[in-house]
């Protein structure tokens, strides 16, 4: 028999702070849902941060129990965790315990919370620019507007949004394991194995969070209250998915790809685990990417690879991606069956029927939208002198074929000159002079076509948890 480590009597009182502490759990089992962002469909009301923050406060000062569990078993990791660890402390905010976004931070802007405003501050996590915070536990940081002047979003300012814990692994450690009673068989590549025996491709798309403006919503809805910032426009490279699962052999009855990354699940919540429909994963510009903006991927976005999915919602698309699983039957696992949801036929047809159900379905393609990035709504413009109005446009791959902007509520539209089309998968640049002859308030707004036909929508689509946002955006400026 193994002798146990020495145990401290701060361990003890760590240890027995958290036992005491769990004793809280079924009575928070509905704050505890949104604050790991499970972003559940049926989810309706308010919440009240200050409660919450007290009720959890004994939660929060105890250490993480990946701490208590590696000083008493004097390891840092243990099972399956060989081949990867977390990053824990960053900013001095980061830990392996509960984890609770959307509750303690919330969002900035007009038309958010009182209390989600006052807590949206600029913060730099390691390696990238300020971002502004939305969560500590796990990361959720979005990219402030004005970096969206670039046509591809830098590196160090692209958002940041996991679930769980960051994964930190090392690039000759990592494997990727291809399985499932899908494939004929079964495939275990490493970084470098997989780079070599497939052909290299890059595409370039908008990478956006399911919940992007969800801050925005009135009345306000659960989870976390992002602003305009929860997206970034990057040129993705790497290898086709399909090129990998077709050398494994795809079965006659394949139906989906589920993906699972090296986040651990939270201390009380479920593996963050996806699937795709097979016609998606066999698209040729859906990746396994290394790159992004031709640098390896940061650790906050997913390295050392991550699954690319153009055109939907970024949930699908898995970081730090270890294992792809071809089933036969539709995966029932939380993050598929019960968050991520909209009701059905709301925002037409999923594409996605094997996740269909009678009441709802995935949300998967992201819908067309644009966004005024200069100058920055409450600008004071110069009467009588001509300025420059910049934004972008994009949608779920059809490609944006124009964008209008009117000056009297609605009234009249004139086209905004493009700019150049980068792909369809892609937000595509936009530009409009205008030259203010009235002092006083001006409104401006903007509105996205898209080739398919489909254009932004005047009034919000009200779902229960905060999806697809695509409102005509309107922005007040001051004429002096």
């Known amino acids: 028999m193994g002798v146990s480590p020495a145990r401290s009597a701060s361990d003890d009182g760590a240890a027995a702070r958290f036992q005491g ?28 941060p200050d409660g919450l923050f007290a009720a959890l406060q004994p939660l929060r000062e105890f250490p993480s129990w990946h701490q208590i569990r590696r000083r008493r078993n004097g390891s840092a990791h243990g099972g399956n965790m060989d081949r990867r660890r977390f990053i824990l402390g960053s900013s001095g905010a980061l830990t392996g315990g509960l984890l609770l976004p959307g509750i303690f931070n919330a969002a900035s802007g007009e038309g958010l919370p009182a209390g989600a405003v006052a807590s949206g501050i600029l913060d730099a996590l390691p390696g990238k620019q300020p971002l502004i915070k939305r969560s500590f536990r796990p990361p959720n940081y979005e990219t402030p507007v004005s970096f969206y002047r670039h046509a591809f979003t830098p590196n160090d300012a692209f958002y940041v949004r996991w679930h769980t814990q960051v994964p930190e692994i090392a690039r000759a450690q990592w494997r990727l394991r291809i399985s499932g009673p899908g494939v004929k068989s079964e495939r275990e590549f490493t970084y470098e194995a997989l780079r070599r ?21 009135s009345p306000h809805v659960p989870g976390v209250q992002w602003g305009y910032g929860a997206m970034g426009n990057a040129v993705w490279s790497g290898v086709r998915l399909k090129d990998v699962l077709e050398d494994a052999g795809l079965s006659a009855g394949a139906l989906e790809v589920v993906g699972n990354g090296a986040e651990a699940p939270a201390l009380s919540g479920p593996d963050f685990v996806k699937s795709l429909p097979m016609w998606k994963a066999l698209d040729p510009e859906t990746l396994i990417a290394f790159e992004m903006n031709g640098e390896p991927l940061p650790t906050w976005n997913g390295f050392p690879a991550r699954l690319v999915v153009p055109g939907w919602t970024a949930t699908y698309w898995i970081k730090a991606v270890v294992e792809l699983t071809v089933s036969d039957k539709p995966f029932d696992g939380f993050w598929m069956k019960t ?16 996740q269909d159900t009678e009441q709802n379905s995935p949300i998967t393609a992201i819908k067309v939208n644009s966004l005024v990035v200069d100058p920055e709504p409450g600008a004071v413009l110069e009467r009588g002198k001509r300025a420059e109005v910049l934004g972008i446009a994009w949608d779920g791959g059809s490609g944006i074929r124009g964008v209008e902007v009117s000056l009297d509520g609605g009234a009249t539209w004139r086209d905004a000159k493009l700019g ?49 946002h695509n409102v005509v955006q309107k922005v007040d400026y001051h004429v002096a």
């Open 21 to 48: 502490s769990l004793t809280l759990l079924p009575a928070l089992f509905g704050a505890l849902a949104i604050g790991l962002s499970l972003e559940l469909p049926g989810v309706g009301g308010g919440v009240d």
């Open 339 to 354: 968050a991520y949801r909209v009701p059905k036929g709301m925002f037409g047809a999923s594409g996605f029927e094997s």
């Open 420 to 468: 150049r089309d980068l792909g369809r998968y892609s937000w595509r640049q936009w530009r409009f002079a205008i030259k203010p002859e009235q002092a006083g308030a001006m409104t401006l707004m903007a509105r996205a076509r898209a080739r398919d036909g489909s254009t932004q929508v005047n009034a919000l689509i009200h779902n229960p948890a905060g999806y697809h």
């Open 197 to 217: 025996k497939f052909k290299t491709t890059e595409v370039a798309a908008v990478n956006q969070c399911s919940g992007n403006r969800r801050g925005f919503f």
